[in-house]
């Protein structure tokens, strides 16, 4: 299984971005999906995650109400599109797939600053 995590950039506060990441090796219709960041010098930590159908998304409490997590399974891409940008948004974020209970694969990652 491959994670392709696109669209970072940078950006300036309150602006907006969309976050993409595409599976391939298996299909990722049928596995959760999640977003994480990871900030320089901070520990990992989830952003959001959507089910297998898409019917069900969850986010923490930073960011919920700012991005926004969809998924397009006949593309195998899940999307992250965030909102009302935050200089506390900068990070590297990493997209991964669920496989029962633990996320079993990452993508590289893909930088988002946001400036002030």
């Known amino acids: 299984v491959q994670l392709q995590a696109s669209g970072g950039g940078l950006v300036q506060a309150g602006d907006s971005l969309r976050l993409s990441c595409a599976a391939s090796g298996r299909s990722a219709s049928t596995y959760a999906m999640g977003w994480f960041r990871q900030a320089p010098g901070k520990e990992r930590e989830f952003v959001g995650g959507i089910n297998w159908s898409g019917i069900n998304t969850y986010y923490s409490d930073s960011v919920k109400g700012r991005f926004t997590i969809s998924r397009d399974n006949a593309k195998n891409t899940v999307y992250l599109q965030m909102n009302s940008l935050k200089p506390e948004d900068t990070a590297v974020y990493y997209c991964?797939?669920?496989?029962?209970?633990?996320?079993?694969?990452w993508g590289q990652g893909t930088q988002v600053t946001v400036s002030s």
């Open positions: 991964a797939q669920g496989d029962g209970s633990t996320w079993r694969y």
